[in-house]
């Protein structure tokens, strides 16, 4: 009987470490172990051994049964161990391979130069109002001392939405609201968009401006040239100096167009200032009194300042971007740029 065992423990042992799956483990289970196993076969003839031939047979059996469950469960463990390694090297990350780039957004240069011409403003002791974007005519040309028959108000200037109902063309519009709400001093200055029927490489339909408008006791010319001059040298460089040019506006008397000398060229006469060394960057003057008047405001006591700022100009001058309508196309070549 000892003979017999350890022949089934040795074949056990040989065909147990030449499997190499699981299910075959299961299959060498139940030939070596199972129901219908030459062990079981030989537990059950052991009612036919005398009393003293049993003690010594059941124990030889249990440990033949022991080892090879013994055999089994470590080479289940080999297996498990080698199908895990097999996984991980099919699965391995390269830790190394260059990732998905998310993209990542960016501000648009209208609004990088809209932050920082705020950011200036509120650092000169500005605040900063807002309007709505559709106005109606008192606000956009009436209280702005702008007549009837002013062609601005023609129908191919502005964009009308209902008889007394438009698009502003201006952000003078919000000046005109903070004088309506607020006695003087006011300081505010007032960016936004702005809507006008004209498309070519220096105009589009919408753009944007950003207005100041200063009203207290004793504020002159001087203050105006003052505080612009600081604001030029800020966004376009120390080097950069500016200039008045008389002009007219209905709501402003004097008037002047604002020039500053050339970026590119300080002065020189390049491409860009067309030779004159200087580039326009927007409309000042003084408020004009009937502008006053009109809002319940004494001009006898109060003087102020407004000016208008196009941030388009702007941001096409500091950038060096050579059209307007870049703009507004949403190219990402165009706006990654920034
Ligand atoms: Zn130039």
């Not at 030449?18 to 070596?32: R, Y």
């Not at 080892?67 to 469960?73: E, F, P, V």
């Not at 007394?164 to 505010?188: A, G, Y």
């Not at 200032?273 to 200087?278: A, D, E, N, T, V």
Request: net charge negative.
């Amino acid at each position: 009987m000892k003979e017999k065992l350890e022949k089934i423990i040795a074949s056990a042992q040989d065909e147990i470490a030449a499997g190499d799956t699981l299910h075959q483990l299961n299959q060498l289970k139940s030939k070596f172990l199972g129901k219908k196993s030459e062990l079981m076969d030989m537990m059950k003839q052991m009612s036919s051994l005398s009393s003293e031939e049993k003690p010594e047979a059941g124990k030889l059996l249990n440990l033949a049964k022991k080892q090879i469950n013994r055999l089994l469960n470590s080479r289940e463990l080999e297996i498990k161990e080698l199908d895990y390694r097999r996984t991980l090297s099919i699965e391995q990350i390269d830790i190394t391979m260059p990732g998905r780039r998310r993209e990542k957004g960016s501000l648009h240069p209208i609004t990088l130069v809209m932050q920082e011409i705020e950011d200036i403003f509120i650092s000169m002791g500005f605040d900063i109002a807002e309007g709505p974007d559709i106005e109606d005519e008192f606000h956009n040309f009436d209280a702005l001392n702008t007549p009837k028959d002013h062609p601005a108000r023609d129908l191919s200037d502005t964009f009308y939405i209902g008889d007394d109902v438009l698009l502003r063309t201006q952000t003078s519009t919000v000046q005109v609201r903070v004088m309506q709400n607020h006695k003087p001093p006011i300081r505010i200055i007032s960016p936004g968009s702005c809507y006008r029927n004209e498309n070519d490489a220096s105009h589009s339909p919408m753009f944007h401006q950003v207005e100041a408008l200063v009203v207290d006791d004793g504020i002159n010319f001087a203050d105006l040239r003052d505080i612009l001059n600081v604001f030029v040298k800020k966004v376009f460089g120390d080097q950069i100096e500016s200039r008045f040019r008389p002009h007219f506006f209905p709501f402003t008397e004097p008037s002047a167009e604002i020039d500053i000398s050339c970026v590119k060229c300080y002065g020189k006469g390049c491409n860009l200032c067309k030779g004159s060394g200087w580039l326009e960057m927007g409309g000042a003057g003084m408020v004009d009194p009937n502008v006053f008047e009109m809002l319940d405001i004494d001009s006898e006591k109060y003087t102020g300042y407004a000016f208008g700022l196009g941030i388009e100009r702007i941001a096409m001058i500091k950038y060096k971007i050579p059209d307007m309508r870049l703009l507004y196309e949403n190219d990402v070549r165009f706006l990654r740029q920034f």
